[in-house]
């Protein structure tokens, strides 16, 4: 799924063999949202990190009870997950909501963590 203006940008793979089209990036996320069966966030940049810190608070309102997490190749996600963990012990994220966030160093284990998770209740349950 590509925003049409990041297309004219020539940022399309010329050699993709489906490629969806969009008009807003929100419209993207939402495609995203409703096509995925969970969510694995690559190292990356702040695109990146938009879009698995939506994912978490989509998942804590209750917007969908999909399995997300971080894949910590060479612990890039390390410093990430201790703000996080900080952010709980200050009492500004319940633990429920930390344990939401799956992280593995390898694709097999974050995948295998995916089969046996449970979203908690949502935020206004």
Not at 43 to 53: A, K, Q, S
Not at 56 to 75: A, M, R, V
Request: net charge negative; hydrophobic share 45%.
């Amino acid at each position: 799924m590509l925003p049409k203006g990041l297309a004219e940008r020539e940022l399309a793979h010329p050699e993709l063999t489906e490629l969806r089209m969009v008009e807003t990036m929100h419209q993207r996320k939402a495609m995203m949202s409703d096509l995925a069966d969970g969510f694995i966030a690559l190292p990356g940049g702040v695109g990146t990190f938009e879009e698995i810190f939506e994912i978490w608070c989509w998942g804590q309102l209750g917007l969908h009870s999909k399995p997300f997490g971080l894949l910590n190749i060479d612990g890039y996600y390390d410093k990430l997950m201790e703000f996080v963990l900080h952010s709980r012990e200050e009492g500004f994220v319940r633990p429920q909501y930390v344990e939401m966030l799956l992280m593995a160093s390898e694709a097999e284990t974050l995948l295998g963590a995916f089969e046996s998770y449970e979203a908690p209740a949502d935020k206004w349950s």
